[in-house]
């Protein structure tokens, strides 16, 4: 099998909203570089904030991708089938005692004006990282609200200097003690972002992730992590974001340009295609 043949992606979108014209540019850069080099694309759907995802933005998701016409290799993979999974990798890492258990609350942690700013917003403090195993533990059998976070001096230690492939950009030199002491299990559920998408890119054999540039900084967490558990890295390549009239950046949340408002325009889709850009 040549190289060629082994390129798979994946579009990862996260069902809290509806999608835009820049999700609809992310879905097609990923499936037409596999489709060019005869690989696999795959549709994920990242649903594991239960707080914000809902059934029917993932349904509207199927909708969407179904009208631009980009089908995925194979089943949709679904997070929230996989909590065990995750669950059984944050087991593995506890028993390294690369996490510990935190009890601060947002607020908290804001109140406590020492957070200086990385990369993904407010460094955590390691206010919790202090508390000794027997009173940490006693406060869980009690009940009390906790995720998890890494203790990533630690976790950088073992790992040594890391380095991921951007494509056009050759090796880039990793810095994920910038982020601190990151949440891979949030307080609702068994799993965070960085956990969950490392684990599942690792599993589906994903070799190249395209995907916004937003996400650029997150990849020295998810390089640490494939390196922690011995999971394979992908290649990334980080697009640029599609911009309003403006030059503000598209968002689910303004609910701009959301497809399905497209469609129901009777925007027809090649007019779709035309504008995203490629
Ligand atoms: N689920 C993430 C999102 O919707 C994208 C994950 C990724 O591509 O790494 O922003």
Redesign the pocket.
Known sequence: MTQAHTIVT?F???PTGYLHLGHARAALIASRRAAEAGGRFLLRI?NIDATRCRPEFEAAIMADMAWLGIVGDGPVRRQSDHLADYAAVLDKLRARDLLYPCFCTRSEIARSGIAPHGPDGPVYPGTCSLLSRDHALSRIAAGEPHCWRLRMAHAAEIAGPLDYEEEGRGLIGCDPEAFGDVVLARKDCRGS?HLC?THDDWVQGVTL?T??EE?RA?THIHRLLQTMMKWSAPRYAHHALLTDASGAKLSKRDGALSLRQLRAEGMPVEDVLRRLDL
Do not use: H, T
């Open positions: 994946r990862a979108p996260s990242e972002y998408v992730v995907r916004g996400l997150a």
